[in-house]
């Protein structure tokens, strides 16, 4: 029904009248009718694969709040999650320290120094940190906060050899998160086979205090009633271009939803967030991860990151769009984007601090006109940033001015 409305909403050359966008009743469509900006990708949703949850701090009948979401174009269709399943690693990296603690009793903390052993023929010992400026060591806090300040790749392979699949998985379904799929390393190719093996890491203070050793993981069930699973015309692969679409069924997968959901147990852990408890994290570990992810890279004193190359939008792309609502100095966002194949993702808790008022919104589009993946074409800055700056305007707008 939503969809089927939606896609009427923008049809035909002509914007809505304000007096018909009046007559929608949910936030989300008023949102999309009222923005002109969005108009393009809206009226090719399908094309771009677009699905958009905003979510909204409601209160039930007994007082209770909850997470009430509501969506555009949201069904089993695939989207690569990218960088966005890093939070998930993250989480489950944390929850190990403490597993491992209580299970060996030893005192294992997020600042215990890590030593990660070669796995695969191409590795090498990893025992420094270099952007650690406290001693240069290779710790699971500076893992978590290199991923949420600027999405580091290394860091998060880290993290995930750390846990494992099995380990994020078990953190994600204890959480009732289990419509996802997080099986990969990134921005480097590993087999199925390879990504279930983990190197051997040992934990030092300042000598072996404890060894995590080498490890595999069985593998976790394929991914099923997931539509358009096969993207785009052809793609690169191995030095070679394939006249074929890509098949993305052994990759990463998690529903927009749940993306949300996720992020909604981590920022509002009293709040019901839907499918399950929030994560089992302690309180450093979740203001660990608050911090980052609410910082600009600028703000942060361990790693340092410059301004110039790393700006306050650097991973919070709505960021300018919001900003055309509410001074920027009074905007704090709690996000993990994600960006690859032409997919971007963005899953973000927006809230103006002067007033502690807030939304979630989580979005994903797929822009790639000529087709290719892996070519490093794609319609980035054209499309996707547009879109997702006028995206985060329409809703600050619809959430905040509105009601004023």
């Not at 001693?135 to 999405?151: D, W």
């Not at 799929?181 to 030092?204: C, G, H, K, W």
């Not at 990759?251 to 147990?265: A, D, S």
């Not at 609410?294 to 190359?309: M, T, V």
């Amino acid at each position: 029904m939503f969809r089927t409305v939606a896609r009427l909403l923008w049809l035909g050359s002509v914007l809505l009248t304000g007096a018909c966008a009046t007559q929608v009743q949910d936030p989300l469509q008023r949102a999309l009718a009222q923005q002109p900006a969005l108009r393009q990708v809206l009226q090719n949703a399908d094309e771009y694969r677009l699905q958009i949850v905003l979510g909204t701090v409601e209160t039930d009948g007994s007082g209770n709040p909850y997470l009430k979401q509501y969506e555009y174009r949201v069904s089993n269709e695939y989207f690569y999650p990218a960088s966005s399943v890093k939070l998930f690693a993250a989480v489950a990296a944390a929850e190990t320290i403490e597993r491992l603690g209580e299970q060996t009793g030893v005192e294992l903390t997020l600042d215990t120094p890590l030593v990660v052993h070669p796995l695969f023929d191409d590795d090498v010992l990893e025992d420094r940190d270099e952007s650690n400026i406290d001693g240069a060591a290779i710790t699971v806090r500076q893992q978590i906060r290199k991923i949420l300040l600027v999405s580091d790749n290394q860091a998060y392979n880290t993290l995930y050899e750390l846990a494992g699949q099995d380990g994020i998985a078990r953190s994600m379904q204890a959480a009732g998160l289990t419509g996802s799929r997080i099986v990969q390393r990134l921005s480097e190719f590993r087999t199925p086979a390879e990504n279930r093996r983990y190197p051997r890491i040992d934990f030092m203070d300042p000598q072996v205090v404890y060894t995590l050793a080498e490890r595999s993981s069985d593998p976790l069930p394929a991914l099923q009633g997931i539509s358009r699973l096969q993207v785009g015309q052809k793609y690169f692969g191995n030095g070679e271009l394939h006249h074929e679409p890509m098949d993305f069924s052994e990759k990463n997968y998690v529903p927009l939803p749940e993306l949300q959901r996720g992020l909604c147990k981590l920022v509002q852990p009293t709040l019901d967030c839907g499918g399950g408890p929030a994560f089992a994290l302690t309180e450093d570990a979740r203001d660990t991860m608050l911090e980052a992810m609410s910082q600009y890279p600028r703000q942060s004193r361990n790693p340092l990151y410059s301004a110039a190359e790393f700006p306050d939008n650097y991973v919070k792309e709505m960021l300018p769009g919001i900003a055309r609502v509410i001074p920027r100095e009074y905007i704090r966002i709690y996000n993990k984007t994600g960006r690859a194949y032409g997919f971007s993702i963005e899953n973000a808790w927006v809230e103006d601090i002067r007033t502690g008022s807030g939304f979630f919104l989580a979005a994903t589009l797929y822009t790639n006109s000529n087709g290719t993946l892996n070519d490093d074409q794609y319609d980035y800055d054209t499309i996707a940033r547009p879109f997702m700056e006028a995206l985060g305007e329409a809703v600050a707008k619809e959430r905040w001015v509105r009601k004023q």
